[in-house]
């Protein structure tokens, strides 16, 4: 097999993991959206287990990790942050940063604008618009910088800022699953074992290691936000370095029995 016959049976097989994950997550899935689908996973290797997409109101979103990921795989060189302060009000909660993405150590740079304030950010992160109007800066510039057309959802209006479109509030309202989704992201439990069969991983050493990295007796006494901060940390582990994973999986496997 020629190496260009390989890449493209790794990407169909990327992409039919992701349709069927977004077909578990988000319900059906029109087939426009899937040909979209199959375009982003193969042109910038984006992951639905990994929370790299969203699927909202029938459209495909990218996501902050999704952006980071991309300008990590091509290599980017830097971005930096600025705070706008001649256009922020602090005492009002209105934040603006300029966000510049420097793709290779001699690049002028890409620019983006990000802003947020308690009108246009979701009560779920009141208080925190800083940090928002900084990731939705770093989002422009790098959708810019790499040429990406979709919008990334942490820039959406609507979502972050309005009550949820009502499709997505039922979805919402109607789970009570653990591990469940709540903004229409897959269940943790759907992203973990997508990723496990993406890269051929054991799930036994897997839950090992992730209870370790919870520091939780098990992956059942973690919190939502640890799991979350682990299916991310082994989605970038698995991407950068699978060998090394494998050797770190490896690490926690129970050694034999030596009988007398």
């Known amino acids: 097999m020629t190496h260009m016959e390989d890449n493209v049976k790794r990407r169909l097989k990327a992409f039919r993991l992701n349709a069927k994950l977004a077909v578990t997550a988000w319900g ?26 969203q699927f909202l109101d029938g459209r495909w979103y990218v996501t902050n990790a999704g952006l980071l990921g991309i300008a990590q795989r091509r290599r980017c060189s830097g971005i930096k942050t600025v705070l706008q302060k001649e256009l922020t009000d602090s005492a009002a909660n209105r934040w603006i940063f300029k966000a510049t993405v420097y793709k290779t150590a001699r690049s002028k740079g ?11 950010v979701s009560p779920l992160v009141r208080g925190a ?32 800022g309005s009550p949820n479109p009502p ?58 936000e640890l799991v979350e901060s682990f299916i991310s940390h082994l989605a970038a582990s698995a991407k950068e370095n699978r060998d ?11 050694p034999a029995e030596v009988k007398p």
């Open 110 to 120: 890409f620019v983006g604008y990000g802003d947020a304030d308690p009108s246009n």
């Open 28 to 53: 059906e899935v029109s087939q426009a959206a899937l040909r979209s689908l199959k375009e982003l996973t193969g042109r910038y290797t984006l992951s639905v287990a990994a929370g790299d997409l």
């Open 167 to 224: 499709q997505v509030r039922r979805q919402q309202e109607n789970s009570h699953v653990p591990n469940g989704s709540n903004n229409g992201q897959p269940r943790l439990r759907d992203r973990l074992c997508l990723l496990i069969r993406e890269y051929s991983l054991d799930p036994t050493l897997v839950k090992a290691y992730a209870a370790d990295f919870c520091g939780t007796p098990t992956i059942k006494d973690a919190t939502r």
């Open 244 to 254: 090394g994973l494998v050797c770190k999986l490896n690490s926690y496997a129970q």
């Open 129 to 160: 618009e800083m940090r928002v109007a900084e990731t939705r800066a770093v989002n422009r510039a790098l959708r810019k910088a790499y040429g990406i057309g979709l919008c990334s959802v942490e820039e959406l209006g609507w979502l972050s």
